[in-house]
């Protein structure tokens, strides 16, 4: 089952958003620039929707890390096993941030890092698989202090209609910048 019933529909929604002036998006992110300069047709697959989406990621992915090399977290990086940040630290990036995005069983969530001393590198995110099972997905990535960045899960089982209702922040896994 897939969450959205007209591939149509949702890509005219996922466009539409795109679309939207830069100062009606919560934040401009690489991955959203990337994905507007794909100028997919209204008659694009989800296989091909998806296969932009995780070009897009791998590219981001790799220019964010860059950035944090160049602004001198590189042996932070090399060095860094994520721990898992606090609850209050958890409740601030996510009021700073966007909501999650599901369509084509893709989840995204375009993240506010409002952590001073904190590069992000991995979130959770708990759902709900087609039996009403939990489960816990996870993506990997790059967001340095005050930056914004998309977290992209390819190939979730998104389980039924509603499921955008049930998914939430399970957690968020950083690097200490010092």
Excluded at 17 to 24: E, R
Excluded at 104 to 127: C, F, S
Excluded at 134 to 162: C, H, K, M, R
């Amino acid at each position: 089952m897939r969450f959205c019933q007209s591939g149509a529909f949702c890509l005219s929604l996922v466009l539409l958003i795109l679309a939207l002036p830069k100062s009606a998006k919560a934040a401009e992110t690489c991955f959203h620039t990337c994905m507007e300069n794909r100028h997919l047709t209204s008659k694009v697959s989800g296989l091909a929707m998806r296969g932009a989406m995780q070009s897009c990621n791998r590219s981001c992915e790799s220019e964010a890390r860059k950035k944090l090399v160049s602004e001198g977290f590189g042996p932070v990086l090399k060095a860094c096993i994520p721990k898992r940040i606090s609850d209050e630290e958890l409740k601030k990036v996510r009021s700073a941030s966007a909501s999650i995005l599901a369509f084509y069983n893709v989840l995204t969530w375009d993240v506010k890092n409002v952590l001073p001393d904190k590069i992000l590198r991995r979130v959770e995110l708990a759902t709900q698989n087609i039996s009403l099972e939990d489960v816990i997905v996870t993506s990997a990535g790059y967001v340095g202090p005050g930056q914004t960045g998309t977290f992209y899960i390819g190939n979730v089982e998104l389980g039924y209609p509603a499921v955008q209702l049930s998914t939430r922040i399970a957690a968020i896994y950083a690097c200490d910048t010092h």
